[in-house]
């Protein structure tokens, strides 16, 4: 075999990823995505109550933190049939947006950004040509000479001491590079800001949940109960503060990330012809309206996109075992009806296999890509590979009339002077987060309104206790619990047999993009989107890999199970 570019580790993510990338000169003609971790909280899940699995499961991922916990508990909810009081359902769509925007904010400066900014070339910038440039896109206080030319001096003092602290290891000076100076310059002062900004968002969680990250949940409803009176329960003061923060998301969104990733953009718009590769975008839906999770009040509609056509939405149906599959043909495990069969999360198995799949010794130059090559499952929807995340959320609601996505998007399209097109792109993917915030903070003040509401008129139910006793439970019961997740669709199935749990799959965003071919040599999102006319300047320093890798967000911790490389078992747990 011919050797690849083999990136490895990708940084700026949360867990292992490897990229190899066969070139055809300097341009990529294959890509292969593995993940190198491996796991195993649903194994660790078997026999358990179901009501405490959304403990175990959030532990999944340390950056996706809520996600897990709700799609766990809706799934128990989904199989027992268990509805919600309205103020939880407004709690938890209060804790998934601030999640969102939290999410999307740290993403952009501190795991995007850099690979549009240079960090040293801040250094020579005009402060008051910085501040001149600030004041023109966006109404930020934080935009005076002074304030640049402080930030100016924090970022010397790390170049003189030798060490660049958290800007080390960058590629500063790569001719990939586009932003002038003064654009480097406020852009490094935002992602210092976002630092501080980023502390007191992680107070919401905090108050509705107890705790951040992993916040309290509880099958039924939300772990708050509502006394405007009481010390030890959601207060006045305490409402009162959920307010003063999502105020300052919404100023932070629209005055500092916002017109941040469009400025930036504007220097890179040849990236609006990069980076697509599928042309499949799925989404599971999210955050309803009423208390009930029916799709059809679903701020993100549920719905297929198939190869760029807007002008049909396909139904998805998350428990036909025809529908979303699981393959492992390019994954090391083995499934015990055989590795070329695809099987419904209800059914999905986890059975690690690496020798005999492909696995190489480590540390290896190359991936065994005619085998196994990835922990990673090779999730399809119909047979088909698809994309999820921020782009699929926003084309399903531009795709289906939302006002205010359409008039953003189109906007955004004719500021930065791109076409249509120019959404299927890394470019596209990385503005859709920026835009899904400022849909998402806007709504956030309407779910608060609608709680306050509540509360005045004397409704502070937050928990349903109805079918709480395993004794109230059918002896067979099965169920999906489905959440919009940040970095993209997220679900998991759920089968309950005499009140423990038979079996437990989840199906994670980057499962869905990260994960490799299947049978029918289908690549995943990642694969075809670097094998989506990607040029390298330099393959020493491949930034272009970074670029599109990092327009996903990939959480690979999210995507893979656990096992001891001494014994070769997964491990034994005692359930008591």
Known sequence: MSERIVVDPITRIEGHLRIEAQMDGATIAQAYSSGTMVRGIETILKGRDP????????????????????????????????????????????????????DHVMHFYHLHALDWVDVVSALSADPRATSELAQSISAWPKSSPGYFADTQKRIKTFVESGQLGIFANGYWGHPAYRLPPEANLMAVAHYLEALAWQRDTAKFHAIFGGKNP??????????SPIDLDSDSALNAKRLAEVRNLIQSMRTFVDQVYVPDTLAIAGFYKDWGERGEGLGNFLCYGDLPTGASLDPATFLFPRGAILDRDLSTIHEVDLEATGEIQEFVNHSWYEYSVGNDRGLHPYEGQTNLEYDRRGGVAPPYKQLDVSDGYSWLKAPRWKGRSVEVGPLARVLMLYATGHDQARELVDSTLSRLDLPVDALYSTLGRTAARALESKILVDAMQGWYDGLIANVKSGDTKTF???????????????????????????????????GRIANYQAVVPSTWNAGPRDGRGQAGAYEAALQDNHQLVDVKQPIEILRTIHSFDPCIACAVHLADPESGESFQVRVV
């Open 51 to 102: 009501r405490d699995a959304w403990a175990f499961v959030q532990r999944i991922c340390g950056v996706c933190t809520l996600v897990h916990g709700i799609a766990s508990v809706r799934a128990v909810e989904d199989a027992l049939r268990i509805e919600l009081p309205l103020n939880a359902q407004l709690i938890r769509n209060l804790m998934i947006g601030a999640q969102y925007i939290h």
């Open 214 to 223: 992993h916040p309290n949940f509880v099958v039924g409803g939300v772990p």
């Open 464 to 498: 349903n206790e109805t079918l709480w006793e395993p004794s109230s439970w059918p002896s067979r019961a099965q169920g999906v619990g489905i959440m919009e997740a940040p970095r993209g669709a997220l679900g998991h199935w759920i089968v309950i047999e005499d």
